[in-house]
Nanobody, 125 residues
Framework: VQLQACGGGLVQAGDSLRLSCAASGRTAGFRVMAWFRQAPGKEREFVSALWWSSGTTYYADSVKGRFTISRDNAKSTVYLQMNSLKPEDTAVYYC???????????????????WGQGTQVTVSP
């Protein structure tokens, strides 16, 4: 399985971006797909997740109300629509897929076993 993330870029505060993560290969085993991010000098942090079977979504408090995770089942793709971007959203964004993730661990990066290469999002003031 490979995850290919794209859609990052340089935007101004208040702008929007949509990230995409396309999964190829044996994707049927994914229980959940998620987005994490890592800013310079900081640890990787959870952003959002989507539990595949139910469509239930999860968000970090810092992005709730601004970001929306969604999916296209036919394309095995998950999206992250990011609105009202802030400079503190600047980071490398990674998509992840979990085949053995449990619900209580959707916010934990160690529970994901497949990762995309990351896409840079830079938000200027």
């Amino acid at each position: 399985v490979q995850l290919q993330a794209c859609g990052g870029g340089l935007v101004q505060a208040g702008d929007s971006l949509r990230l995409s993560c396309a999964a190829s290969g044996r994707t049927a085993g994914f229980r959940v797909m998620a987005w994490f991010r890592q800013a310079p000098g900081k640890e990787r942090e959870f952003v959002s997740a989507l539990w595949w079977s139910s469509g239930t979504t999860y968000y970090a408090d810092s992005v709730k109300g601004r970001f929306t995770i969604s999916r296209d089942n036919a394309k095995s793709t998950v999206y992250l629509q990011m609105n009202s971007l802030k400079p503190e959203d600047t980071a490398v964004y990674y998509c992840a897929g979990g085949t053995r993730t449990i619900l209580s661990a959707v916010r934990t990066d160690r529970s994901y076993d497949y990762w995309g290469q990351g896409t840079q999002v830079t938000v200027s003031p």
